[in-house]
């Protein structure tokens, strides 16, 4: 599924757990891993790397890091493109202030104009973390049925334990609303109407992808999609959220947030964004 | 505190029942029409106004709605808050974040949909006054009203129709929900100007108002925005539900409205913003708008729809030439607007006029807007009339016209 797999690394304290979960992905995909860093080269670095590398990375074949100077989000993405990688790992904060938010941070920009799919931990852990429980964006867009594609296969590779997709009614309030004009038999039917339209929706696109051992909940919500999934994460304590992506976002669609960008704010839980 | 005597009470429940009861019969017999509620409401208003029950039974209807001024004035009041009311879930329906995900084309159908019909609606009576009955001095405002007042689309309306369309969900659907999102929003901006320029009893100067009022819009949409998600989880943790949201945010909505009449644009409009505000939190539930929609569209919706007939003789005041001319424009300017914004961002002909059809239904806000002005004598009866009878039309046609438009597309060879 990811063949190539990109770890941008800052030299943090997290920075070994950072490589320890990007040595875990790459045995579950089989795939070869590609260390990133933006800033000079250095004896030292490269010393502290290589002593961080031998203790998780000591059996891996195909392994590559890149050093590059320039602007740390403008490099990392184009090297992610020049190396075609599949997958972007990176670690970012769960929580942005309030500036940064507006300004941008590095890993949320990476996130925001990436071309390849990438992979947000939070916490990563140097015993690695293991996608128990994930939560997949199941709302009606046009990436939805590639989310939901890319995001089961993620959770067979990883043999995630509980897949909840989660799909929500579009102004539920002023449709129940408009609809109160019926009779009560007339609106409990609309009510069970909206309802239903979802769950089919999000089950069409389950029959037409290869049946999987996984244990699959689809859930809808009403409300908007990115505060209910953000809730949703956060109630069932999900380790992962895998959510499509909208191009070309802006500045001004963080003055006005949009649906992705209400899921920035706050991370719930780590963050799959499938491209 | 004066209070009502005896028989004012009795006069004002009278009214309010015999409202509520005619206005819920005709509001069926429109649903069985598959009509929306807001048409039979409205008529049930004529027929019990001087309209019809002046004409055939002048003594009750003398009896109930005339013979008694406090009871008179104690309706006026119900009605000014339930316009104030029904403008607040007007702005509760407007979704920002939907607008935004649906980008360019929402953004290019409103925006067509309302300059067209708002150039159409401003030249009309400026270069032709006379068919208006205008003097020189008045023609640039009422322009500017004309202009406003047929570039709002009635959102529920459209909503209604698309659901029962089953088109509510589609990408045409959502387009044109957006769009009339957006119509509401900016209309109501255009308008709110219009209103400080009548100079109705108001505290500051003419530009001071206009600053002000944008102040407080962008006030609202961003701080009073960022308030509300402050306190909105902890009304909803702490106090009780769905009391504690209901009645604070009626109280806020009433305060935002007294500001806005201080400022001497209307409460309408802080009642609005505040709606939009709420309505775009993140943390006011479904469950809560469609409870604070239901008793409003049910109990104070009628009574102001009710309430438009009453005031005014539809038979005496209707201007055959003048219904014409008003439908006329009314059709072409939101037809051709968002038909043709629809056209531009990639709909097919028979698509962006159905879209076209879609956001031509009017409703509720022209005829609050027509009030409005009649009441600052911006307009006369005839014209008001002209309006009312252009929001029915609008709105009946709107769902008919769009199964044309769409069956026509069916029976094309793919």
Redesign the interface.
Known sequence: MYRKLALAIAFSPRMEALIAEARKLIQIFEGELILIHVGTKTPELEAQLSEVLSRHCGDLQRIKTIWKEGKPTKTILKTCEEEKVDLLVLGALKKEGLLTYYLGSVARKVIRKSTCSVLTLIEPKIETTHFSKVVINGT?LEITPRVIARGLKFCQAEQSSQVHILNE??????????????TEAEVAN?RRKLVQ?EINYVQGILDSLEPTNLKINIKVT???WA?ELVRFCESIEADLLIMGD?QGLSFI?RL????LE?VLEVLPCNLLIVK | MESLAHNDVINLLLKLATMLLVARIFAEVAQKLKQPAVVGEILAGIILGPTVLGMIGPDFFEFLFRSNPSANLALDGIVQMAVILLLFIAGLEVELHLVWSQGKSAVSISLLGLVVPFVFGFLTPYFFPGLFGLTEEKKMLFSLFMGTALSITALPVVVRILMDMNLFKTKMGMVIVAGAMVNDLIGWLIFSVILSFMGKAGNLSLINTIGITLLFTVFMLTIGKGLLNKVLPWTNKKLAWPGGVLSLSMAFCFLAAAFTEWLGIHAIFGAFLFGVALGDSDHLSEKAKEIIHQFINNIFAPLFFVSIGLKINFFTNFDLGLVLVILVISFAGKIIGSGYGAFRSGYTLKDALAVGFGMNARGAMEIILGLIALENGLINEKIFVALVVMALVTSMTAAPLMKWALNKKAEEPS
Do not use: C, N, R, S
């Open positions: 009606e009614i579009k102004l539920y309030g002023f449709q129940m609303a408009t609809a109160g004009e019926g609309t339209e009403a409300g908007k505060v909208e669609d006005f947030p949009h649906d209400g």
